[in-house]
């Protein structure tokens, strides 16, 4: 066997020639390769492929001047050679359809089925990716994007097979494409191909990347590598010669590849240790393959027993492998004349993992996988993901052949192609915000891919999101129900706090001024330190904190005007607690029946640290539909929605707030009833009978006779604590059903 020597590794001579037949030969050659491969398989879709696409790019070039349809022909060539199956083959021949002709994907959907088209969807949408900066962090949000799009792998290997073709070929580019392109190849598809175990691919992809990237620096190390070729090709020899002897008499059977290190990783290693090339332990290399683990260990006591090991250079991959499944023993040995080697050991399996990664689990195999291949495949993906968290059923998800790589993040795009990283169900709302707190304040809209979308819309990896804005927009309180990341959320609560606190203390203002006006006290003659004076004795250091006490209803704006003008204003008399059912709501705001924190059966949607109290007016109970008003200094009425004030206070939009039932029903609300009867003994028994039943307490209840209303008539008012609607309505058919019971009302 010729030493296998991985640097400056020819390319395979790519298309037969540029002539007019070359894209008919170079098809035929690919379906002889397919069906070399597999004799027993229909390949008229791979031959149907071929025509749709060969139409489509019919009279398109590339920049070398070759008919464009030798480009996807390379591609799924390529991929043939990886041994993949008809979906990936058909979907490399229509990989830039779509992209770059008139194709749609329902035409491909049509013609070639649902896979072909996803795959051909994921390979145009990874296509649309922009490379955006050199950043590492950046490089690495694409990576993970990139792998998070793919919804089924053979997407990714059709991608690499196209970097590598397009790589194979980027001399007839000019040379700031070149370089862009090359730099993106080692930031982005590389470390791709790495991470899926992909050796020989990423391999290829570095070496060609290199001499694009770093012109100099490539042709000066490739020319110093090769300056020694001939030596290290005879010193390579004698080592191969001398480990097949040795392996041969202790009986270990195995294969023995030399190997030169990529100039690549020659040339990473010298930049990050500072050494020079003859330096490099590693740089010339066997590798030896044989049929076991147990022999993989003897031929490394072999390998020992014959030349002197460097301390510190062994590494067991086999017994801890490296994140992307790669295996083997490595060792580096001083071999003869001193100079040092390193070999590789590894079994077939190993080795084959080693060079095709995630590829050697897709290959078309004739007939069905077995099971014990798919338990495989699954425990290999699993490890590569490093999944610690839970996944799904793990045989469904292969039987999808779906990958999620990054369950919790979704990657989206700027128009101008930057990633933003957003936790799963984000919405354009958090993207807005995520740009810049400016842009998600002012954000009226979004186009997503190019169309509008509600601001709820879930954002999906690989979306492009654009956000409208306008200025002098402000966010809306329903946002905070709409926003996963905590950026936006506390963006929108600074904002919406600022502006109600500039209400309340329009609000404050007003209120104080107009009390002050009944009372008859000149606020005109009150000096500002004397205002002052009583800000601080709330505590506040600023007058407007105190119009925003006001505003916000902390307490009433007679307390105030009573310490700034104590002989023209009575202090407040403290409402005796029965009469405060039936009063007007207090401008302290005090809601219902004493409750000094508000009413938390309600709650304002998005918000819990608002005042809520239920409206006199319609007393609404559980269960019924509310809305919410922000009231002028008193927290939050809530109003049932058939109430006849709502439509008068509605006037004010922006008042309007959505409120809620809250989730904790243990509570009721006080219903009061009017009952007219017949004045007869046992009625009122009859009465709470229908109460007690219902485990409802009775607040206050009081019965008289009432002849206007006929004969012998009685009116009974009672306040009963009522749970909701429901119950509500089951206590007022069940009095109706008590003889003697005229009407019954609910007093509002
Ligand atoms: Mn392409």
């Not at 990237?213 to 001398?242: C, M, T, V, Y």
């Not at 683990?293 to 020992?304: P, R, S």
């Amino acid at each position: 066997m010729s030493p296998e020597t991985d640097v400056g590794q020819a390319c395979p001579p790519a298309m037969p020639g540029t002539g007019p037949d070359c894209v008919e030969q170079a098809f035929e050659q690919l379906h002889e390769l397919v069906r070399r491969a597999r004799p027993n398989e229909d390949l008229t879709p791979l031959e149907r492929a071929f025509r749709f696409a060969e139409q489509r790019h019919s009279g398109q070039l590339r920049s070398s001047g070759e008919p464009y349809m030798l480009h996807p022909l390379a591609v799924t060539t390529l991929l043939a050679e990886q041994q993949m199956d008809i979906v990936c083959l058909e979907t490399g021949l229509l990989h830039d359809v779509v992209e770059d002709t008139t194709a749609t994907l329902d035409e491909i959907r049509v013609n070639f089925g649902e896979d072909v088209a996803r795959c051909v969807d994921g390979v145009t949408k990874l296509s649309k990716v922009n490379f955006y900066s050199r950043e590492e962090r950046q490089a690495e949000s694409v990576r993970k994007m990139l792998l998070a799009m793919v919804t089924d792998i053979r997407v990714i290997l059709v991608k690499l097979a196209d970097r590598i073709h397009n790589m194979r070929t980027l001399d007839s580019l000019p040379r700031d494409r070149q370089e862009r392109i090359a730099q993106e190849t080692l930031e982005i598809y590389a470390p791709i191909a790495h991470r899926l175990g992909m050796g020989k691919i990423r391999g290829e992809l570095e070496d060609l990347a290199f001499r694009y990237a770093e012109p100099e620096a490539a042709l000066d190390l490739i020319n110093e590598i090769d300056s020694k070729r001939q030596a290290n090709e005879a010193f390579l020899e004698e080592i191969k010669h001398s480990v097949e002897v040795n392996l041969g008499r202790e009986g270990i059977p195995a294969r023995v590849q030399s190997r030169v290190k990529r100039a690549y990783s020659v040339y990473q290693k010298i930049k990050r240790q500072r050494i020079p090339l003859d330096q490099i332990y590693d740089l010339l290399g066997l590798r030896i393959i044989t049929d076991s683990v147990k022999n993989c260990y003897a031929a490394l006591g072999v390998i020992h027993n014959e030349w002197h090991p460097i301390p510190g250079r062994i590494k067991d991959f086999i017994a801890i492998p490296r994140s992307n499944l790669y295996q083997s023993l490595h060792t580096s040995v001083i071999g003869p004349g001193g100079l040092s080697f390193e070999v590789q050991i590894r079994t077939e399996e190993m080795h084959r993992i080693a060079e095709e990664g995630i590829a050697a689990h897709w290959k078309y195999k004739e007939g069905k996988r077995g099971p014990a291949e798919d338990d495989q495949r699954v425990a290999w993906l699993r490890q590569l993901v490093e999944w610690q968290r839970e996944m799904r059923d793990p045989g469904e998800f292969m039987s999808t052949l779906k990958v999620d790589l990054y369950p919790e993040e979704v990657y989206t795009f700027t128009p101008k192609g930057k990633v933003i990283v957003l936790p799963r169900d984000a919405t354009p709302i958090d993207f807005a915000y995520s740009i810049h707190s400016d842009v998600g304040n002012t954000c009226v809209g979004a186009k997503v891919n190019g169309r509008i979308v509600p601001l709820k819309y879930t954002l999906r990896n690989g979306d492009v999101c654009e956000i409208l804005t306008q200025p002098g927009h402000v966010p809306s309180r329903d946002w905070l129900t709409l926003v996963k990341t905590s950026k936006a959320r506390n963006k929108i609560k600074h904002v919406i706090n600022a502006i109600e606190r500039a209400k309340a203390i329009e609000i404050g203002q007003k209120y104080l001024e107009k009390e002050a006006r009944r009372f008859g006290v000149a606020l005109t003659r009150i000096t500002k330190a004397e205002m002052e004076a009583v800000a601080s004795e709330y505590g506040y250091s600023k007058i407007e904190d105190l119009h925003a006490a006001l505003g916000y209803g902390k307490f009433s704006a007679r307390q105030v005007l009573q310490k700034l003008a104590p002989d023209q204003v009575q202090p407040e008399q403290p409402e005796p607690p029965a009469k405060s059912l039936s009063a007007p709501a207090p401008a302290t705001g005090v809601p219902v029946g004493g409750d000094t924190h508000g009413d938390l059966v309600i709650r304002v949607k998005g918000c819990d640290d608002l005042l809520v109290y239920r409206a006199k007016c319609c007393n609404p109970i559980r269960g019924e539909a509310i809305v919410g008003y922000v009231t002028r200094g008193k927290g939050v009425a809530v109003h049932a929605t058939s109430c006849s004030n709502v439509q008068n206070l509605m006037y004010e939009v922006e008042r309007k707030i959505d409120v809620e039932w809250a989730r904790a029903a243990a509570e009721s609300f006080p219903v009061r009833l009017t009952v007219l009867t017949d004045d007869r003994p046992g009625m009122l028994n009859q009465l709470t009978n229908v109460l007690f039943t219902e485990q409802s307490n009775i607040r206050s209840l009081d019965a008289r006779s009432d002849d206007r209303r006929g004969a012998d008539g009685a009116v009974v008012e009672m306040t009963a604590e009522i749970r909701d609607k429901k119950q509500l309505e089951r206590v007022v058919s069940a009095i109706r059903r008590i003889s003697g019971v005229r009407d019954v009302e609910r007093v509002q």
